[in-house]
T-cell receptor, first 112, second 117 residues
Framework: GESVGLHLPTLSVQEGDNSIINCAYSNSASDYFIWYKQESGKGPQFIIDIRSNMDKRQGQRVTVLLNKTVKHLSLQIAATQPGDSAVYFC???????????FGRGTSLIVHP | EAGVTQFPSHSVIEKGQTVTLRCDPISGHDNLYWYRRVMGKEIKFLLHFVKESKQDESGMPNNRFLAERTGGTYSTLKVQPAELEDSGVYFCASSPLGGGGGGNTIYFGEGSWLTVV
């Protein structure tokens, strides 16, 4: 049966530290991956994406790493700021599909 | 350019009542998606429109949920009759055609927060 009352995984960091948020996916056919940030009361916002033919992609203060061997994705945020506090979701899409499949999300809390 | 807009932003209804959620995608976006997030859980896919056609409705939980997209513009998601477990936030998203298979950003609205009491 379905569990209830589960808490989101939470990562607490100090302002200025680097944050690493991890995500595992299960579909070997996934070839496109996206990280979204959801702030309280808002919808998910696109942060960065990566295709399966890459293993690293950098944006402004963010880096996504992809390890297809172990089906693992991570989001690194450099010099984390209080404004980075949010729930972060990874999503994946299989080839030819428009539909991203989301993970449960990780709550990032940044302490000033 | 306006983003994806959803209405209402919040709704509290009694069990057994009907609620209709509306989504206006970004102008020109033929792909429209509905997702739902129940508290503390993942964002779950409900269905996908391409223009006015339902491309994939495999995520719709049961026949109490009806989605339409008349004319391929805005979409509605009706829940009738609502049950307690329908509470959650319903997200609409849109994207242009041509991005299936990777490299196409999906833009989300701010969600319609539904509470069934």
């Amino acid at each position: 049966g379905e569990s209830v009352g589960l808490h989101l995984p939470t990562l607490s960091v100090q302002e200025g530290d680097n944050s690493i948020i991890n995500c595992a996916y299960s579909n070997s056919a996934s070839d496109y991956f996206i990280w979204y940030k959801q702030e309280s009361g808002k919808g998910p916002q696109f942060i960065i994406d990566i295709r399966s033919n890459m293993d690293k992609r950098q944006g402004q203060r963010v880096t996504v790493l992809l390890n297809k061997t172990v089906k693992h994705l991570s989001l690194q945020i450099a010099a984390t700021q209080p404004g980075d506090s949010a729930v972060y979701f990874c999503a994946s899409r299989a080839g030819g599909s428009y539909i991203p499949t989301f993970g449960r999300g990780t709550s990032l809390i940044v302490h000033p | 350019e306006a983003g994806v807009t959803q209405f209402p932003s919040h709704s509290v209804i009694e069990k057994g009542q009907t609620v209709t959620l509306r989504c206006d995608p970004i102008s020109g976006h033929d792909n429209l998606y509905w997702y739902r997030r129940v508290m503390g859980k993942e964002i779950k896919f409900l269905l996908h429109f391409v223009k006015e056609s339902k491309q994939d409705e495999s995520g719709m939980p049961n026949n109490r949920f009806l989605a339409e997209r008349t004319g391929g513009t805005y979409s509605t998601l009706k829940v009738q009759p609502a049950e307690l477990e329908d509470s959650g936030v319903y997200f609409c998203a849109s994207s242009p055609l041509g991005g299936g298979g990777g490299g196409n950003t999906i833009y989300f609205g701010e969600g319609s927060w539904l509470t069934v009491v």
